[in-house]
């Protein structure tokens, strides 16, 4: 195992996950991922950090070959993707103890079948000795989910945030050698994961103050051998500071929200409003909701189809309205045959953001002269609105 220690003592047993293309049956995986497990040798006791996915419990179980004590394993997350494999561990080491937080163990104990006497919660700050080397654990509730804690070893300034700081990318090279690649991958997965949880994050992460951290080993993804890279992105991401940056999501179906759409991408693009448009019957959804970590605009296309939007735009409307992106202004372009209740329902939709709604633009038919001097008169009040945030 020696090819897989990231710090003296301290192995990465995971697996990668090649041709994984969704999680969640929702979420593209255009790069798969890792489910990455840790195990760290002390002078008296070994602990496994985490698990794998149970389908990928082989590649875990053939890096443990031949490691006859593991004494306790720590759930830093009751998610099947780390703790599914918890059980099959349990039993190729019956004298381990599972280590968790209070909520992690009710939790654990719900979703699969582990003896409630096998298990120890931890509070808050309470450390576990392995003889010479040290985990310390550091609740961090409701990233992402409420049981989440993040483990220390201070002798190695080593941080395990468990899915905090990850990147659904699956690699063989442990560490971020591409910090570009890594950096945006794990934009991705904060939009997708933590950005609906971005003021959980924010109360949390001064827990990490005075902290020193020198290799960020996550759950997911690369490790970190420079930790500001992924700390300093995520102070920016949770900060939700804007960019001057408009996202354009949109379905067409005989051409004329297309048409709309480019043209109106275009009369942002120049007033110098950075543009992304996404065809939603086309786009990777999880690319979308990177645009709308930084982007303070959104806005929406859609032809109108039984009377509504149609339900492509209603899937991205529920998606983003489920991730809380930090949108200060929405608008839509919709065109419509004969009549329809498409922005109402749209607009509904997304009734969970607290956004300023910009009058839409909505085109019969073929748009026209006036379509086009309406999109031109949105494209205006948006810059105007950036220049209130000062973007321009
Ligand atoms: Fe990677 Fe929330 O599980």
Redesign the pocket.
């Known amino acids: 195992m020696n090819n897989r220690e990231i710090a003296r003592g301290v192995y990465a047993v995971g697996a990668i996950d090649w041709e994984r293309q969704l999680f969640d049956a929702l979420i593209p995986l255009p790069d798969g991922t890792t489910y990455n497990a840790y195990l760290v040798r002390g002078s008296e006791k070994t602990a496994l950090i985490d698990t794998v996915d149970p389908s990928m419990a082989e590649v875990l179980l053939s890096y443990l070959d031949g490691v006859e004590r593991v004494d306790y394993v720590i759930s830093q997350?009751a998610?099947q993707?780390?703790s599914g494999s918890i059980p099959i561990l349990l039993e190729k080491y019956p004298g381990a103890t599972l280590v968790t937080t209070p909520k992690g163990k009710s939790m654990l104990v719900d979703l699969m079948p582990i003896p409630e006497e096998r298990i120890r919660a931890v509070d808050d700050g309470d450390s576990l000795s392995l003889g010479d080397r040290t985990l310390r654990f550091i609740h961090f509730p409701w990233v992402?989910?409420p049981e989440t804690m993040l483990t220390y070893l201070p002798e190695e300034k080593l941080l395990f945030p468990c899915?905090l700081f990850?990147s659904h990318l699956a690699s063989d090279e442990l560490f971020a050698v591409d910090e570009a690649r890594t950096l945006r991958a794990a934009k991705r997965y904060y939009a997708e994961?933590m950005m609906p949880l971005r003021g959980a994050i924010a109360r949390s992460l001064p827990k990490l103050d005075g902290v020193e951290i020198a290799i960020i080993a996550p759950?997911?993804g690369p490790v970190y051998g420079r930790p500001a890279l992924i700390q300093d992105a995520y102070r920016h991401w949770v900060a939700a500071e804007p960019t001057n940056a408009a996202a354009l999501a949109y379905v067409s179906m005989h051409g004329s929200t297309q048409s709309m759409i480019t043209y109106f991408g275009d009369a942002l693009a120049s007033k110098g409003i950075d543009t992304e448009v996404f065809d939603l019957s086309a786009s990777d959804i999880g690319e979308l909701a990177a645009a709308l970590v930084d982007a303070p605009t959104l806005v929406m296309g859609t032809p109108t189809v039984l009377g509504g939007p149609h339900p492509y735009a209603m899937l991205g409307a529920y998606l983003v309205n489920a991730l809380r992106p930090p949108v200060r202004y929405v608008s839509a372009i919709v065109s419509y045959g004969w009549g329809g209740k498409t922005v109402e329902k749209l607009t509904e939709v997304l009734s969970g953001l607290k956004v300023d709604l910009l009058d839409p633009v909505v085109c019969q038919g073929a748009p026209g002269e006036a379509d086009f001097q309406a999109l031109d008169a949105l494209a205006v009040t948006i810059l105007e609105k950036h220049k209130e945030l000062k973007l321009l």
């Open positions: 997350h998610e993707d780390h992402h989910w899915d990850g994961i759950s997911h």
